[in-house]
């Protein structure tokens, strides 16, 4: 597996591979190689077009010139061995990176300086989901905070000292940003990457329609590989699993902010043929400026109460007729004033909402481009969420599903233990005088918290 998923270097590398992007080169001093292995095929070149329209240059082949190598979910060790035999030697100035300095460098349209955090906010991440796996929420949340506090560092981390006055940063945390301070890799981590059933619930989980326990389960009766899943006789998929396999390979693509604009366009489209006086935003990770996303989230707008009940409903119907549409989970309204306030934390909130994959028309430049099967097409499968609140709840669902999820977390728990106010998608609630207040706006909430407005994007940590 090792040696087929990487390219050999007895591989004839291909002319001036950077060219096939459509954009100019504009920072020629740093040439990017991506690692296939782990990432896959389509990722990769997913990931490399999206760097060449930025500017980027990618090469195809590991070449001396390559600057900055690209890996994602390869354990240090393996990655060293592999660049050893491809005669890939440590030099002065050549970096072997993970992803995050990959998607962060997207993120701002150049090359970002290279930083440990970079490093040690992906291991944080590895062991954040590894606990998530076998259901330990506690230590997961623990790393996944970790993670988010490195990540929202505005300048480097100069010494190990200076993660002992970072908040948030655990016992495990800690012992965890020191190995890699002092040996440059984590051998709890290396461990988490290479340990069979991480990686197996890793790649099941990955499937749309299959959760931790799905997977868990999966892995438990010695299934190892997507073929092994679909052809064990005694599985019987639902239909969002059914529907997670076979647009698989589109949807565990990442949506650009570029096709999550032209999906605006389809959806405001549709709620305008429906209710020519709804209107629609943006939610989730788009809304809090990030450049990809594993869906897009709209929130709609109705200007009367009970005219959100119907809305979704018919869009899907126009979707249906428009021929563009692929799967839909409809969920009706639970929602009841009067069964709330919950002081439990649910995951789920009461509106009407669906779960949809749509067809999106690729653009033509892309498809020449595209290299993979099935390329053929002229549509990418994009999955997309859409809710329908009541237009007096709109401000609370808007910042429950702008996230991040770490954020609405920490801002619940600031509301009730600083302020004796539930939060949820629904309400805010004051305890002190059994009150429910009212916000039309997600400013009216803050305002209602004793916070300063705190803008979507600085809402990602
Ligand atoms: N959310 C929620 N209730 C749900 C689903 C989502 O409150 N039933 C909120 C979460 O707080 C989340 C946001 O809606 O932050 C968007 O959810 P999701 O699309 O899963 O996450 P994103 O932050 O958009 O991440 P990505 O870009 O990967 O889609
Ligand atoms: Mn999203
Ligand atoms: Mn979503």
């Not at 439990?344 to 949809?356: N, T, V, W």
């Amino acid at each position: 597996m090792f040696s087929t998923a990487l390219p050999t270097r007895k591989r004839r590398r291909p002319e001036v591979t950077f060219t096939q992007g459509r954009g100019e080169v504009k920072f020629g001093d740093v040439k990017v190689y991506l690692v296939e292995r782990r990432m896959g095929k389509s990722r990769r070149n997913f990931l490399s077009n999206l760097a060449r329209s930025k500017g980027f240059c990618v090469d195809d082949a590991l070449s001396g010139n390559v600057t900055h190598v690209v890996s994602e979910g390869n354990a240090a060790q393996e990655l060293w061995n592999w660049l050893e035999e491809q005669g890939f030697g440590e030099m002065q100035d050549k970096h072997v990176l993970n992803v995050s300095w990959f998607t962060e460098s997207m993120s701002a349209g150049r090359p970002v300086p290279v930083e440990l955090r970079h490093y040690i906010q992906d291991a944080l991440e590895v062991l954040a989901e590894n606990m998530e796996f076998s259901g330990n929420q506690g230590p997961c949340l623990a790393f996944r905070r970790a993670a988010s506090v490195l990540k929202s560092l505005p300048a480097a981390l100069q010494c190990l000292e200076e993660t002992h006055r970072l908040p948030c940063l655990g016992e495990h945390s800690k012992a965890i940003v020191e190995e890699i301070f002092e040996c440059g890799s984590s051998s709890r981590v290396e461990e988490v990457l290479n340990d069979e059933k991480y990686r197996t619930m890793k790649l099941f989980s990955s499937v749309f329609g299959v959760g931790p326990k799905t997977a868990e389960s999966w892995y438990y009766r010695g299934l190892r590989t997507f073929e092994q899943v679909l052809t064990e006789p005694s599985i019987r998929l639902n239909r969002m699993q059914t529907a997670g396999f076979l647009f698989y390979e589109d949807i565990s693509k990442p949506v650009s902010r570029t096709e999550a604009s032209a999906l605006k366009i389809i959806v405001e489209e549709a709620v305008i043929y429906v209710n020519p006086h709804a209107t629609v935003n943006v939610a989730g990770g788009f809304r809090r400026g990030k450049e990809f996303g594993h869906d897009v989230d709209f929130i709609i707008k109705t200007p009367e109460p009970g005219q959100e009940d119907a809305i979704l409903p018919a869009v899907i119907e126009r979707f249906k007729s428009q021929n563009i549409l692929l799967y839909s989970d409809f969920q009706e309204s639970t929602f009841d004033l009067s069964q709330l306030p919950n002081h439990r934390f649910e995951a789920m909130d009461h509106f009407s909402k669906c779960f949809l994959i749509v067809k999106l028309k690729r653009e033509q430049e892309n498809r020449e481009r595209e290299t993979d099967k099935g390329a053929s097409r002229d549509w990418k499968a994009v999955r997309v969420d859409l809710l329908a609140p009541p237009v007096e709840r709109y401000a609370y669902a808007l910042l429950g599903w702008t996230g991040s999820t770490l954020f609405e977390r920490d801002l619940r728990r600031f509301a009730r233990l600083e302020r004796g106010k539930l939060l949820d998608n629904h309400v805010l609630y004051d305890k002190a005088t059994k009150a429910f207040l009212p916000a039309s706006t997600e400013e009216d909430i803050f305002a209602h918290l004793g916070l300063e407005f705190i803008e979507p994007w600085q809402r990602n940590a």
